[in-house]
């Protein structure tokens, strides 16, 4: 090599390394963090299970997303991301199967490796053990005889070699990638040391035979005592972050969460569900130091009225059996609906019965949450807008002489906001339409047997979402399958033309605008129809020490361990 | 320990278990007539994932088959599996649980015991003078508040109050686990009946004190620490002893109470909570550890009686 070339290779070099420098992440102020990297909290509840079979309330998933893990999950903005499966799946042109390519470094936290046959296995229990979530894996084919104990193995899926997978479908779904991120039923499970252990019921006895494979392990547990967590050395998922242990106490009540906080035993308040309660947020909020640690963020739940659509005043179709439409030109209870949710002031509702706005806030965009696919936007529900005098037209038309009125009962399940909610909806039909409706309070239990059996004339109604995708709303709450069955919509409305717009949606991928569209469609038809006069949507309050970085919630799941750090303090 | 003693304890053991299993199965029989379990959830199961949940805990069988494995369970030491928190054993939880109970009303009873004595001591040898008047208005006052308003005096006192004067640095840390947490919840539930005990011990002094053999131990120039606790308290005690087991039966009910306020994960907050949530399979092993709970103290305060006084013989 010449002299000349040596220096022109040697620019060149120079100049490449200056533009990675330029193009390359900016590093930023180095965090000095704190010695001890353990994240302390407190919680009421303990974990329903242990077992992501029977996984059923916000404190299990939250744990579970941390031990286990699923083919694909959400990261914080919600995206759905290749997690078990090493790349998004590929869907034949019919919609109908669906192949997984795994990831070829996964182990368990015990270090036995993960293959297709554990995914084949893990999916087959759940569907066999059959609780909430194994409706996550419904799509594949034979998976409803697996449930019903007709069969041991899911037809529909296979597995053709170690680090593929195979679901064939009954028909498209374009929601069943959603739910496949939800940290639930269709996580992989290590199936020798679930047998080794002594079956379904032992495993999660001990911390021995609780192995998953995510970037946490449990370390410690005494059942409603406490919960200890230490990441998993050498994970195969990569860096599990800057923590070194999380400690989780249990049985600890919102002000005691709060006070230790205060006095820097815990680092956060608020991770699954486990909020402060509303009098210390609203002390938090109105102090201007206390409230830079204070995050109110929207929470996964709507809350409201629900109207039978069978039966009573409210009815579009009195006398209509449960799964038959009850659409009808003439609907004799729409005014009646309309004239109910017009006469509740949500901003009134969300100041009085929500603690001035903190644990619920007004809903103006129908029952699909705001901030989640398919929300209507802040002026989507017409019926939501707050006009007295037209509440009050509109009801004197409908009942001029209060016979259909007489009697009525607002039934609902008893708890602190529950009751705050339903003496406020009282107190504005009073004061707005003349009306005066009894208030019946029961246990959740007879509340859901009386709905059931479709003889709640109007009651509370609320969902809290389970993954970010319309079809967990139309499909749970208000199809006419469901009417028919009784395990939701116990409205019993049934929208024909608003099935088909939903199933025909449930086939598309959602990431579509063109699928979500339709879905917004479907949801202007059930706010046309008032079935639910939806009032409030749930908030998620977190406060968090300031010296803690990475905690965050993205309205339906805490964000991962993997990026919590404490900073020196 | 006498022939008798031993033979009164093996009886009352005996007549301890059977109430235990009677209050057992009368709440057993009692639960499973109220409508709906801790099984209903928001999400509405199919009904093969009901049937499935239901067998699980045996709850499809008929309410006298339940029972019948339910005693067989119990002859095992086995009180079956939580409703809510699945796979959590119900007997383990509800031992570690009596632990922190009878720690907590083990120390209730020694704040009964020595600041009520105490101070009905002092009354008594100092009647009728300052240190009696303020000794018992002391006692009024103890036994007039009830013991959770107590609680949330200390609770004000401890810690949010120390916490502001001291800038932070020192805190009551509600909870349980660390020997400085028993005080405070031993206090609040202690002191009702401290004051009880006070006022007892004062009037049971004042009568000891005028016998004539305290007033010979006098005239023999004793001194006044020799004869007020060698020769007068332990004829005053008696009195004391007999109310002491309806005292730990109020400390063993009234810690239902403190564990809640305090946080303290003992019998008395899970009682609760297993009632809110309707794990009914909770609330009928609390129930029959609280009937044992209270059959052994009340067993103890009477093996007591034969060491105060040993005219007493079973």
């Given at each position: 090599m010449t002299r000349s070339s040596t220096l022109r290779t040697f620019a060149a070099v120079l100049c490449a390394a200056a533009i990675a420098a330029a193009c390359g992440p900016t590093p930023g102020p180095s965090e000095a963090l704190a010695a001890d990297q353990t994240l302390r909290m407190g919680f009421q509840n303990d974990m329903t299970s242990l077992d992501p079979a029977h996984v059923d309330s916000a404190v299990d998933i939250g744990i579970l997303a941390e031990v286990f893990t699923g083919l694909y999950k959400f990261d914080n903005q919600l995206a759905i991301k290749p997690y078990g499966a090493s790349e998004m799946p590929s869907i034949s042109a019919d919609g109908k199967t669906w192949t997984f390519k795994l990831r070829k470094d996964m182990v368990f936290s015990n270090g036995d490796k993960i293959t297709s046959a554990d995914w084949v296995w893990s999916w087959t229990r759940t569907l066999r053990l059959n609780d909430a979530y194994a409706s996550n894996l419904e799509p594949i084919t034979g998976a409803a005889d697996v449930e019903a104990g007709t069969a041991t193995k899911i037809s529909g899926l296979s597995a053709p070699d170690a680090y593929t997978l195979v679901a064939k479908l009954d028909a498209p779904a374009g929601y069943w990638l959603t739910q496949l991120a939800m940290p639930t039923a269709a996580q992989v499970l290590n199936q020798k040391v679930i047998t080794a252990a002594g079956g379904d019921d032992k495993w999660t006895e001990s911390?021995?035979?609780?192995?998953?494979?995510?970037?946490?392990?449990?370390?410690?547990?005494?059942?409603?005592?406490?919960?200890?967590?230490?990441?998993?050395k050498n994970w195969w998922g990569g860096d599990t972050g800057k923590l070194t242990k999380v400690h989780i106490d249990i049985g600890i009540d919102d002000v005691s969460r709060v006070k230790k906080f205060e006095s820097g035993g815990y680092e956060n308040v608020g991770f699954a569900n486990q909020s402060p309660g509303p009098d210390d947020v609203l002390r938090y909020k109105n102090d201007p130091v206390k409230s830079k640690l204070l995050t109110i963020y929207n929470g996964a739940r709507t809350s409201g009225i629900g109207f039978n659509f069978v039966k009573g005043p409210f009815a579009s179709k009195p006398g209509a059996t449960p799964g038959e439409s009850t659409v009808n030109p003439s609907d004799p209870g729409l005014k009646g609906r309309q004239a109910f949710s017009m006469a509740i002031d949500r901003a009134e509702l969300a100041d009085i019965a929500c603690a001035h706005a903190i644990t619920c806030q007004p809903a103006y965009g129908g029952p699909i949450t705001k901030g989640f696919k398919g929300y209507l936007g802040d002026t989507g529900d017409p019926n939501a807008k707050f006009d007295a005098a037209a509440a009050k037209a509109l009801y004197t038309s409908w009942d001029p002489d209060g016979s259909k009125v007489k009697g009525l009962e607002y039934r609902y399940n008893t708890s602190g906001g529950n009751t705050k909610r339903a003496q406020n909806y009282q107190a504005q039909w009073k004061k707005n339409l003349g009306v005066d409706v009894k208030l019946v309070p029961s246990d959740f239990p007879t509340l859901q047997k009386d709905r059931k059996k479709k003889i709640v004339i109007m009651g509370r109604e609320s969902w809290g979402i389970d993954y970010d995708h319309p079809q967990d709303w139309f499909d749970n709450l208000y199809s006419c399958a469901q009417a028919k069955i009784g395990r939701g919509n116990d409205e019993a409305y049934c929208n024909p033309a608003m099935d088909a717009i939903t199933t025909a949606a449930n086939a598309k991928p959602i990431s579509d605008p063109a699928t979500v569209a339709e879905y917004v469609k479907a949801g202007k038809m059930l706010v046309n129809d008032v079935v639910w006069a939806a009032t409030d949507y749930g908030t998620q309050p977190y406060l968090t020490q300031s010296y803690v970085k990475g905690m965050g919630y993205n309205s339906l799941y805490d964000f991962p361990w993997e990026g919590i750090r404490i900073l020196q303090h | 320990m006498t022939r008798g003693t031993l033979v009164y304890a093996v009886q009352r053991l005996v007549l301890i278990t059977f109430t235990a299993l009677v209050v057992s199965s009368v709440v057993f029989i009692g639960v499973h007539q109220l409508p709906g379990t801790a099984l209903a959830s928001e999400r509405r199961l199919n009904p093969e994932t009901e049937l499935a949940l239901l067998r699980h805990y045996h709850l499809d069988l008929p309410w006298p088959e339940q029972y019948a494995l339910w005693l067989q369970g119990l002859a095992h030491g086995d009180l079956g599996e939580s409703l809510v928190n699945m796979g959590t054993h119900i007997t383990p939880l509800l031992l570690r649980e009596l632990k922190v109970s009878v720690t907590l009303g083990l120390g209730a009873v020694l704040v009964t015991i020595i600041v009520g004595m105490s101070l009905g001591v002092l009354a008594a040898i100092r009647q009728n003078t300052w240190v009696d008047y303020a000794a018992t208005t002391a006692a009024v006052v103890g036994y007039s508040v009830p013991s959770f308003v107590w609680a949330f005096l200390l609770i004000l006192l401890t810690v949010s109050g120390f916490y502001a004067w001291s800038g932070g640095t020192f805190y009551e840390d509600l909870g349980w686990g660390k020997i400085e947490q028993i005080p405070v919840p031993a206090f609040a539930l202690g002191l009702p009946y401290a004051a009880i005990v006070a006022r007892l011990t004062r009037a049971s002094m004042l009568e000891v004190i005028r016998q004539d053999y305290v007033r010979t131990a006098w005239?023999?120039?004793?001194?006044?620490?020799?004869?007020?606790?060698?020769?007068?308290?332990?004829?005053?005690?008696?009195?004391?002893?007999?109310?002491?087991?309806?005292?730990?039966?109020?400390?063993?009910?009234?810690?239902?109470?403190?564990?809640?306020?305090?946080?303290?994960?003992?019998?008395?907050?899970?009682?609760?909570?297993?009632?809110?949530?309707?794990?009914?399979?909770i609330v009928i092993g609390v129930f029959t550890f609280y009937a044992a709970l209270v059959g052994v103290a009340n067993l103890i305060v009477d093996l007591l009686y034969p060491i105060l006084d040993p005219r007493i013989r079973y």
């Open positions: 911390v021995t035979t609780y192995i998953g494979s995510g970037p946490f392990k449990m370390t410690q547990r005494t059942p409603k005592a406490s919960m200890d967590f230490e990441p998993v | 005239a023999k120039g004793l001194s006044a620490r020799v004869v007020i606790l060698r020769h007068a308290l332990r004829n005053a005690l008696i009195p004391v002893a007999t109310i002491l087991g309806p005292l730990i039966t109020g400390i063993i009910t009234g810690s239902v109470v403190i564990e809640f306020l305090f946080g303290i994960p003992g019998l008395g907050q899970e009682f609760v909570t297993s009632i809110i949530s309707r794990d009914y399979n």
